[in-house]
């Protein structure tokens, strides 16, 4: 039997620098997966030195995408080691610019970087529009943009691309592949959306920038609290934001909801999509404020795909090693002590199906030894999920009253079981309910917040740094991409360590030393790929996390050695 | 050169593109907007818009509205170094007037790592193709910048593992114009700051030809979209300031436009976040506002569709538009002149102001923290 590999470099529609390469044996099914990043930028090493303060600022440079989610967990992790808690209304106004975050990111990877793995854009242009304004209530009693004329103008917008044979962003996409299974009716109502969610987008911008300053990459949070006092006092400001929810709330109800719903049915029986849960132990952390003590999700872990139990976390069990990571020290450490000099062996000569089918030179991951930029972490020695289905499943089988009917309710649309929810579909539909929830929760923050503010204006807790202590601390929480930590060590003031532990890490792991896989890998083996030079099955379960690679990929060095110094051979043989 | 020899050269200038055959063979930019309910006389009133905040005279507004019209003919290359994505991100928040957002709607992206539906060998035949086929004519905008040296494959792409800094090189030979987008792209970023463990370095030094700065972090999508048209209008010699950014974007100081401008003039400072003053509005300079040192139209134009800006949301301003703000600027919540911590940068005003780079600025420094102190002086007599 041969083995024959399939290299997809880049993997676009994502964040940052990732490759995937796959053996595939006779009938085409997967045997081995591995994935890893191509791109090192070590901004944990930079960090050190420098004024706690500022250090929120530099961890939000790893993303620009999750652009509010390490801004967060930079300055929590400070205000966590020097023991500061914000005043009440800070803490809400965060919730409030982390609703923006969460629904922009959703909504923009579903719609604009995962779409396009279930909407087939060239079958939409043979719908009939008038036929489509009617499919469309069959998945929810008021469509969103679905009028007939609407649609049409959709045909005819991007039929005149397609006719003249350039596509443009859309050029040379795996359409007309055999798993794509919406009608062209179904993909004319979705490829409405798509583009309507281009302006929906930008609402969500502007709904954190009211809070925030701007976006990509607000400027609103200092260690300690927020400080736009003055928006928040600003009956104009409050109006603001709650126009831009509802509008962006109305699409995820009117246009989100019932595509995933429409998308569920259609792949219901599409065996590339399902049973493909990956990695079955599920972890989610805490996260979204909505009150004193309220939380709209809760932590825990699954193990093994068993929804009867959910363990609480412990903290102390996490680790991170680099076996098959382009790091020095291989040994599995806490992130307090994390300790990683990069030590990049280059990819080695081989073989991979070219664009023809045929076999072509290719530069390949030295799978026997390191092959990727991100680093193995590990729980208990264990591999974890991370992402809105761990969120969701965990928050279900933990009886959340927030969670529980919107899950019972899309079930109840779809037709599906609970078990069809931990597979790559489930990682899809669960990010829309996650989107959802926190849309239709975010008014109680926000009222909250105003109902605070009549008697309390505090936005800042008052703090000192004494230089002559040590201090440590972390950010445990949930963002668009799942569970995310950072840890800090402060000594005369200044980071002396840093690591983030962050979501695409956990699923993105290449193998650990027991030869563990993470999620990303063990959910590609045994699929069965239809055309080996079209991987799209690939692609959408990959896509199905929402990757964030530039997040994935860090390193500390509590040594202070030099990184950049390290000699790479030209040739980089493995 | 008078206004109107500008204009002279620049309608030769829309002459000669409008020779270069269109993209899309069918419709026009003009017939586009008209499909999307945009009259002539909207057009032309974002046209005068567009030409007030490239700081030209009025009399440019048609010549922008046909430059506009004339963005059909530019193919675009987006490419991805080391960076976090901000800058597409940025770019697709372009929204007012929507017709910014037409225009990049318009232009035909070839190769976006973010956006485009290829992956794989797809995605790299998509790159492959565009520069062969607008050889000399499309226009290259780098995200990110590029490790080099001995660390050069910190980045590769491609089955073939090609290397960022190859990539770029390649795509830079036969660009008809080159921007760098955002910071890391103009300037090395947040990876070149100290110690730079991956020796990243601007675009600009691993190519020989002209590089237009846009930067920012990330750069506003107006800035993006601006200079796009201002490409169109000028060539690739548009007015540049001593870092090759566009003057019309980078020309002032955020200081000189700013909103609290008139309480520094007044003495009144914030002096702790969440304090009175935070509450009135005051000026930010004394929490750490590097506004003062930082050159970019974020006072004028704002972000997300004029939404605000962080000085308006509290927050002092960090410098991000400037060479080496990582390193120079901080801590961002202090005055340059007043630093508590140490560094590896070294301790002091002084340390800090002559790595600015710029005499000029080294002495605005100083100007600005004696105005500071004089004002919050007078103040305090006042009040006495």
Known sequence: MSER????DPITRIEGHLRVEVVVDDNNVVKEAYSGSTLWRGIEQIVKGRDPRDVGFFTQRICGVCTYSHYKAGIIAVENALGITPPLNAQLTRTLMNAALFVHDHIV????????DWVDVISALSADPKKASEVAFKFTDLPYACGEDKLKEVQKRVGEFAAKGNLGPFANAYFGHSTYKLSPEENLIALSHYLECLRIQRIAAQLMAIFGGKNPHPQSLTVGGVTCVMDIESPARLGEYLTKLKEIQEFVNRAYYPDLVMAAKAYANEPSVLNDIGVANLYTFKEFQIG???????????????LSKVYDVDESLITEEATHAWYEDDKALHPYDGKTDPKYTGLIDGESIGEDGRMVHSKLFNTKGKYSWIKAPRYGGESLQVGPLANIVVNYAKGNKYVVPVVDKFLKDTGLPLSAVLSTLGRTATRMLEAKIITD??????????ENLKTDRETCAK???DKNKEYKGRYMGHVPRGTLSHWCRIKDGVITNWQAVVPSTWNASPKDAKGQMGSYEACLIGLKIADVTQPLEIVRKIHSYDPCIACAVHVMDTKGAKLGEYKIDANLKG | MTENDVLVRINKRL???????RINQEGSIAKRLKEKGFSRRDFMKWAGAMSAFMALPSSFAPSIAKAAELSDRLPVIWLHMAECTGCSESLLRSDTPTIDSLIFDYISLEYHETLMAAAGHQAERNLHDAIKK??????????GAIPTGATEHYLTIGAEGHTGKQIAQNACENAAAIFSIGTCSSFGGIQAAHPNPSNSKALSVITSKQVINVPGCPPSEKNIVGTLLHFILFG????????????????LRIHDLCERRGHFDAGEFVQSFGDEGAKQGFCLYKVGCKGPYTFNNCSRERFNSHTSWPIQAGHGCIGCSEPDFWDTMGPFEEPMADRLYNTPFGIGSDAVSDKIGVGILALTAVGIAAHAAIAAMKKGDNDE
Do not use: C, Q
């Open chain 1, 463 to 465: 703090y000192s740094i």
């Open chain 2, 15 to 21: 002459l000669e593109l409008s020779k270069i055959p």
């Open chain 1, 109 to 116: 990877h579903f719609y604009h970087l995962h779409g396009l």
């Open chain 1, 292 to 306: 004193a003590n309220e939380w709209l999700f809760e932590s825990g872990i699954i193990k093994n795909g068993d």
């Open chain 2, 134 to 143: 607008y050889k000399n004519r499309y226009i290259l905008m780098v995200e």
């Open chain 1, 441 to 450: 929760n975010t008014i109680t923050a926000f009222n909250n917040l105003i």
């Open chain 1, 5 to 8: 590999k399939i290299v997809i």
């Open chain 2, 236 to 251: 690739t010699l548009p007015a540049l300031d001593v870092y090759n950014r566009p003057k019309w974007a980078y020309g």
